[in-house]
């Protein structure tokens, strides 16, 4: 049987590898636009402009009245015309924002089955934009938003872009997972300019050592006015920039998101290039969800989205708990995610913030649910990060579990190492996850990334 056409052609990949770089240029930006009538196509400026963050210094009360008129027009849109809540959803409007809970959650597994249950039959398929989740654990997950969805949590990201001076259409510099040179490739550039969002887009998948000063003067170059992106990129460019001493490029802020900061390194990270470093924490489904302050709390865009921190068991965690973050989109009705499960772990706030702002808080965000260690006697363990804290001169790090009963610590060293530490962190892993678990620790120059180049700190590959 003859191989069928399409297989014989190169994939857009490989294309893009081939095409000198002039093309790749074309490229890119031709996918750029077609990003771009997704999400700021039309009287953007108007939607950015209701979304403006001085509504978080509102009273909760007002905040929290308008979430709940924003639900019930939500709510009745999707039990009419969406397959999946036309089934699962009651009829009664919602009397308060409490009684959401009254509601089903929604599992990742229940959109994988079957991912156009959930947008509405009134929607002609070619007016959605199917997205993809890598899926840490390995399962992609697709899910489909529409324009309108869209473009309310692109306006939502924009209008607080521009809160902290670092308006879109000003030029910036992102580091993420996105393709933009061949992955063995050894020689610069690891970076591609995208001309309608004015961006230099960095590759997070070329940043080893010998690199770091080509990626700083390509930053220098582009005359960027602030940056954006994965914060385990920026953090290895400012231990660089410590390192080696000098200038770095001018920023007027860094806004980083898509995988978890620790303090310190968010610290670091300010100390190298003098500004200042806000992290932000969303999903791809959900848009997003809740931006840094000064204060370096996390501040939930009620504007957006509807958060609940709830246990295993489906309840609301008591105050300090961490608790799986379960968001509901106000973004659209057409693709609407009603309780979501985000999978991730957070903590809510239980005072005022200093910074001004009235709309609930996050003080952490804890890292993922999948992120954990499973032991030999059948426990499941979170929240590894003081696991490393004893150890001197350690730049990154990453706990994994690598067989039934046996994890490694991964160690990338500063020049200030301190190998004698470790022994002080192997005992604290071995005090978190028994003595029936072998500890050992290596030294690594570079932790492996996921396939979209992120950085995970706790990881199972069994
Ligand atoms: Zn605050």
């Given at each position: 049987m003859a191989v069928?056409?399409?297989?014989?052609?190169?994939?857009?990949?490989?294309?893009?590898?081939?095409?000198?770089?002039?093309?790749?240029?074309v490229l890119v930006n031709l996918e750029a636009a077609r990003r771009e009538w997704f999400r700021r196509h039309g009287d953007y400026r108007a939607l950015v402009a209701r979304h403006d963050p001085a509504f978080y210094r509102r009273p909760l009360a007002e905040q929290e009245a308008?979430?709940?008129?924003?639900l019930r027009r939500l709510l009745e849109g999707a039990r009419r015309d969406v397959p999946h809540y036309r089934a699962s959803l009651p009829p009664d409007p919602l009397a308060t924002l409490a009684d959401l809970r009254s509601l089903p959650t929604l599992e990742k597994g229940m959109l994988r089955?079957?991912?156009?249950?959930?947008v509405s039959e009134r929607l002609p398929r070619r007016q959605l934009w199917a997205r993809k989740t890598s899926g840490s654990t390995g399962t992609p997950l697709t899910f489909h938003l529409d324009r309108e969805a869209t473009r309310h949590q692109q306006a939502a990201a924009d209008a607080m872009l521009a809160a902290y001076g670092c308006p879109f259409g000003e030029r910036r510099a992102r580091f993420s997972g996105a393709y933009v040179a061949p992955y063995a490739r050894t020689t610069p550039p690891f970076w591609i300019w995208i001309d309608s969002y004015r961006q230099l887009q960095c590759s997070a998948y070329h940043l080893a050592p010998?690199?770091?000063?080509?990626?700083l003067q390509a930053i220098r170059a582009a005359r960027v006015a602030y940056g954006t992106g994965y914060p385990s990129a920026w953090y290895l460019l400012a231990c660089?920039?410590?390192?080696?001493?000098?200038?770095?490029?001018?920023?007027?802020a860094i806004i980083t998101d898509s995988e978890g900061v620790s303090l310190d390194q968010q610290a670091v990270i300010e100390h190298a290039f003098g500004c200042p470093v806000y992290q932000t924490y969303g999903t791809g489904e959900i848009g997003q969800v809740a931006w840094q302050c000064r204060e370096r709390r996390y501040h939930v865009?009620?504007?957006?989205?509807?958060?609940?921190?709830?246990?295993?068991?489906?309840?609301?965690v008591a105050p300090g708990?961490?608790?799986?973050?379960?968001?509901?989109?106000l973004a659209g009705a057409n693709t609407p995610f009603i309780r979501y499960r985000t999978g991730d772990l957070a903590i809510a706030a239980t005072d005022p913030c200093p910074c001004g702002l009235q709309s609930p808080a996050l003080l952490s965000i804890e890292g993922r649910l999948d992120d954990y260690i499973q032991t030999p006697d059948g426990r499941t363990v979170g929240r590894l990060s003081h696991v490393t804290k004893p150890g001197r001169g350690i730049r990154e790090s990453q706990i994994a579990q690598v067989a039934r009963d046996q994890v490694v610590i991964r160690v990338v060293p500063d020049a200030d190492f301190d190998p004698a530490s470790m022994a002080a962190v192997v005992a604290a892993a071995h005090r978190y996850l028994g003595a029936g678990m072998q500890v050992r620790w290596?030294?690594?120059e570079r932790l492996p990334r996921t396939r979209a180049g992120k950085l995970r700190h706790v990881v199972r590959e069994l």
């Open positions: 069928p056409l399409i297989r014989r052609l190169p994939t857009q990949q490989q294309l893009f590898d081939l095409a000198p770089p002039p093309v790749r240029r308008y979430q709940l008129a924003e089955r079957d991912p156009f249950a959930f010998p690199f770091f000063d080509h990626y660089h920039v410590l390192e080696r001493g000098g200038a770095p490029p001018g920023l007027r865009l009620t504007r957006i989205v509807v958060i609940e921190l709830l246990d295993a068991a489906g309840n609301p708990e961490a608790g799986e973050v379960v968001a509901t989109s290596e030294r690594v």
